[in-house]
């Protein structure tokens, strides 16, 4: 297979596996959406889920964001990983938005890439599942897929993200880069690995892998 075949096989076994994808992160609007990223920094999605019900009913706005402490909101988050530096990070851009964007969240990459502890990962998903504007946000599993698929050198996920924007239709970015998440869950860890699941990898994998 030529690269073009194996991006095709990538893109209709994706489709075939996953015709409908859910978002990973539970949220009702792009300010929830945007916090609950914030909070999956180096977590697990399932974590962050178990975590924002609470946060949120007290506060599901950047309005009654401000009104809770840094140390109010650390309280809350401090089961997930880093609470100090994104305690401050949820309540320094929920101040932002109220005072530049009239408390709503901006549909604008460097606006979002702005507001602290916003990076570019987080911004990329914002935009893509809160105002379906085409991202190829790469996480830990895109990264290794990527890898493993020797689609990318692997080198660091900026990388990841040029080579994944280069071959994969500007069209499939928002559906794909969830797909890609998921299936590495389900079919292709970075732990316990089975690569007789693993069809994509063991179809057009790194030669390296294979062996």
Known sequence: MNKQEKVQFVIDTLND???????PLDHKDPYTLLIAVLLSAQSTDVKVNQITPELFKIADNPYDMIKLSVEE??????PIGLSPMKSKGIHGLSEILIE??????????????????VGHKTASVVMSQAFNIPAFPVDTHIQRL???????????VTQTEKDAKRLFPKDLWNKLHLQIIWYGRQYSPARGWDLDKD?????????SLIK
């Not at 596996?17 to 978002?23: A, C, K, M």
């Not at 990527?146 to 660091?156: A, E, F, I, V």
């Not at 069809?199 to 030669?207: A, E």
């Open 199 to 207: 069809i994509i990898t063991k179809t057009i994998g790194r030669k």
């Open 73 to 78: 909101i650390r309280e809350i988050i401090k």
């Open 146 to 156: 990527m890898y493993r698929w020797n689609l990318s050198n692997g080198k660091n």
């Open 100 to 117: 530049k964007h009239k408390g709503q969240v901006p549909a604008d990459f460097e606006a979002l890439e702005e507001l602290p502890a």
């Open 17 to 23: 596996i996953y015709p409908q994808v859910p978002i």
